[in-house]
């Protein structure tokens, strides 16, 4: 993936008979896919023009210009939708993005340092953190405030409260 592109979402299947597929939004902000109705997007180096965007539940429902039909819909499942970073939201403060989170040091709340950020999972719920530890077996933490205290991408650290149990959770 091209460092200026961002990930907005991951096809997961078809949608109906008319070339319609539903996508799992990857972004904080489903509603984001209206505003590139009319736009090009990328599906793994291959460019597609959204034609319509909706919400339906926890995933977005979009119809790409060309893609009429199932069959062809069904060759695009698993495929990431990527779009430029020109075309990203603006962040708020204390926000970030998930691709900005792998490699940065993780501490707890006593100034332990645990391990690094090995990658970003998107769940339904919440993102869940996979940290690779100095020693041992990589293990998940959910990325929610009573666990994630601070992050600061300028100086490559997580802090988090290290809550009993979460050291089992294996990905």
């Known amino acids: 993936m091209n460092d200026s592109n961002f990930e907005i ?14 996508v799992l939004p990857t ?25 319509t965007a909706r919400e339906q ?7 790409f210009s060309g893609v009429n039909d199932r069959n062809t819909a069904e060759t695009l499942i698993g495929k990431k939708i990527l779009i430029p970073a020109e075309k990203a ?21 006593d100034g332990e340092e645990i ?16 940290i690779k530890p100095i020693e041992g077996d990589s293990f998940m933490i959910p990325a929610i405030k009573d666990v ?8 490559k650290t997580m802090t988090i ?5 979460l050291r089992e959770l294996k990905p």
């Open 9 to 22: 979402g991951i096809v997961t299947k078809p949608q109906g008979i008319k070339g319609e597929v539903r």
């Open 115 to 130: 391990g690094i950020v090995e990658k970003v999972l998107h769940t339904n719920a919440n993102d869940v953190y996979v």
């Open 57 to 63: 539940k926890n995933m977005v429902i979009l119809k």
């Open 161 to 165: 409260k290290l809550m009993e149990g």
């Open 27 to 51: 972004t904080d902000d489903p509603s984001r896919f209206n505003l590139l109705v009319g736009e090009e997007v990328l599906l793994n180096e291959k460019v597609y023009k959204i034609s």
């Open 148 to 155: 994630v205290l601070d992050i600061s991408i300028s100086e």
């Open 89 to 109: 939201l603006p962040l708020e403060e204390d926000e970030y993005f998930a691709r900005d989170l792998p490699g940065l040091k993780v501490q707890t709340t």
